[in-house]
């Protein structure tokens, strides 16, 4: 789905719409369920760090390439850091071990771009997730999204707020982005990763101040290939495609067209075939994000660009700090 326009608007008397107004009962309801279903979860340990990259907001904040990041460093320090994810959007259950015949139909997006880096577990049920990849030898666990699933107990709950909408309304969805009550969502977190648009954009000064009491560590993705030249024709299926768009346009991409589709698009064949079609009328090349290239059929992605980016950190030592007592608790093994 595409994020509704209402639910990133922060005051405002047009930023309060009858739709709104209708929703909020709702997702105060849907609020107070999710709130049950944590406090009422039994935990499972399992016997290894368990770090959880989340967010508090429905849509894309960077969790990703923030969890990537984790799994290589830990794995160049001799570590057995797997992933673990739900696999959204596939159809697969679990628990797996991902391997390359797996498509984004099968585990969806994610988890096809955190095994190019390292072993990767698809479980619905987190905690099935972990007994199988520590029975297979995981000596830390790192779990991209899940700050609200409380199946499995957590040694570190990172969580990723994106620096340019933050929690938008301050409302629970349906009638805004919030997956659950702000307060317990940031009470349940011991660091915050801000991730801004490019490292010289400065955050609201009314989000600042709702952070103000936790670990905050700035952040923000920078491009990891040039771009290609001449006239692109760009298009992605992300929780925010704008980002991807105006990212293009912000390190100098002559973006001819843009179109955006729902956030875990799976493109068909004839999709792409359409998307040919629109770009050679401009005589454009097709681009689009990481994250939407594996969804592409194989037989369509040699003709369209990917643009990989990778997190960057204002301020890795704090990040270093924190994951210092599992790197300390490995080497003492």
């Known amino acids: 789905m595409k994020a509704p326009e209402f639910w990133n608007h922060k005051s405002g008397r047009e930023s309060a719409p009858v739709?709104?107004?209708?929703?909020?009962?709702?997702?105060?309801?849907?609020?107070?369920?999710?709130?049950k279903n944590i406090n009422n979860s039994i935990e499972y340990d399992s016997g290894v760090p368990v770090i959880c990259v989340g967010n508090a907001t429905l849509g894309g904040t960077g969790k990703t390439p923030v969890t990537i990041y984790i799994l290589k460093s830990l794995r160049r320090l001799g570590l057995n850091a797997v992933g673990l994810t739900r696999g959204?959007?596939?159809?697969?259950?679990?628990?797996?071990?991902l391997n390359d015949k797996h498509t984004s139909i099968d585990v969806g997006d994610e988890p096809l771009l955190l095994a190019e880096h390292a072993p990767v577990w698809v479980s619905a049920g987190r905690d099935d997730g972990a007994k199988a990849a520590v029975s297979n030898g995981a000596s830390i666990i790192i779990m991209d999204d899940g700050h609200q699933n409380q199946l499995l107990k957590k040694s570190l709950s990172l969580l990723v707020v994106d620096a340019e909408i933050g929690f938008g309304n301050g409302k629970i969805f349906p009638a805004g982005p919030l997956r659950e009550n702000l307060n317990e969502s940031l009470k349940r977190s011991d660091a915050i990763i801000l991730m801004k648009p490019n490292k010289d954009y400065k955050p609201d000064s009314f989000l600042l101040r709702q952070l103000r009491d936790k670990v905050l560590i700035h952040a923000y993705l920078k491009p990891t290939s040039i771009l290609p030249k001449g006239k692109l024709y760009a298009f992605s299926g992300i929780g925010r495609p704008n980002k991807f768009f105006d990212s293009l346009r912000n390190y100098g991409g002559n973006i001819i067209e843009a179109i955006s589709y729902s956030n875990h698009y799976q493109y068909k064949d004839i999709d792409i075939e359409n998307l040919f079609v629109l770009a050679s009328e401009y005589g454009a090349s097709l681009i689009t994000t990481e994250k939407d290239y594996v969804r592409l059929p194989k037989g369509y992605r040699k003709g369209v660009h990917k643009w990989p980016v990778s997190v960057h950190f204002e301020d890795e030592l704090t990040l270093r700090r924190l994951l210092h007592p599992f790197i300390k608790?490995?080497?003492k093994r």
């Open 19 to 35: 739709i709104r107004t209708i929703l909020s009962p709702i997702g105060w309801i849907y609020g107070k369920f999710v709130s």
């Open 329 to 331: 608790l490995h080497r």
């Open 88 to 97: 959204y959007g596939g159809q697969e259950k679990g628990p797996i071990l």
